[in-house]
């Protein structure tokens, strides 16, 4: 019973400095960036609910791509002083879904002066929260916010469907507001692809979305090596 009792007492102590940084209210370990769930396949095949967010974005953020929207939205319910003054009753029964996590397309060189910004906006009329919901920007937030890719591995661009590919990394990339933004329909997934300015980082991160699937080839290319020289 005692070897019991010494041996519960020995697995509740923790370490001073982790007991310091506890009553300092610091965390326990640092990183360099943060991650948020991103349900990518969503909105490659979109229908309703968070693609909405993005397609009804404010016209402020229309040059903003999906995944610098996943990096830097945050959606709140509109403070009910704002109600009182945009006629919408106040008592209304409204969902609180606060997200903290993302003709003027065809304009490259519009730009908007988003990082001083610290208002939220409207959505578009026709988001079905338009009335009750606001969101915002914060540019910054591109630095360390890292999109964390769920529901699914995405395409590879060495093998597989490459029109998916294309149609993938264009959705991610290139700002879109439905279908059609992204390719007319007399255009095919490649010539789409081919013809749409990516910028270096863009180049960037869809090179290292491939690096897994290279790592990959290079260990079963070493596996393959190794039982046939054994």
Request: charged share 25%; hydrophobic share 30%.
């Amino acid at each position: 019973l005692l070897q019991l009792v010494n041996s519960l007492q020995s697995k509740l102590e923790i370490g001073s400095p982790l007991a310091s940084l506890y009553l300092l209210g610091l965390p326990d370990h640092y990183v360099s960036h943060k991650f948020v769930a991103f349900w990518w396949q969503t909105f490659v095949i979109y229908g309703t609910s968070y693609v909405d967010n993005y397609r009804f974005r404010p016209d402020q953020y229309e040059n903003i791509s999906l995944y610098e929207w996943i990096q830097t939205m945050e959606i709140r319910k509109t403070p009910q002083s704002r109600y009182k003054k945009s006629g919408v009753d106040e008592k209304a029964d409204f969902v609180d879904d606060t997200v903290k996590e993302p003709s003027i397309l065809n304009s490259p060189n519009i730009e908007y002066n988003l990082s001083n910004s610290c208002k939220f906006l409207k959505f578009k009329p026709d988001h079905p929260q338009y009335s009750t919901h606001e969101v915002y920007c914060d540019m910054g937030r591109v630095n360390y916010i890292v999109p964390d890719f769920k529901g699914g591995s995405l395409p590879r661009k060495d093998c597989g469907d490459e029109e998916y590919y294309f149609c993938t990394m264009l959705s991610l990339f290139k700002p879109w507001r439905s279908g059609t933004n992204l390719k007319p329909f007399s255009t095919t997934w490649t010539l789409a692809f081919n013809t749409f300015q990516f910028s270096e980082t863009q180049k960037k991160l869809m090179g290292n979305f491939n690096l897994r699937y290279e790592c990959y080839d290079a260990r079963d290319n070493y596996h393959a090596h190794f039982k046939k020289s054994g």
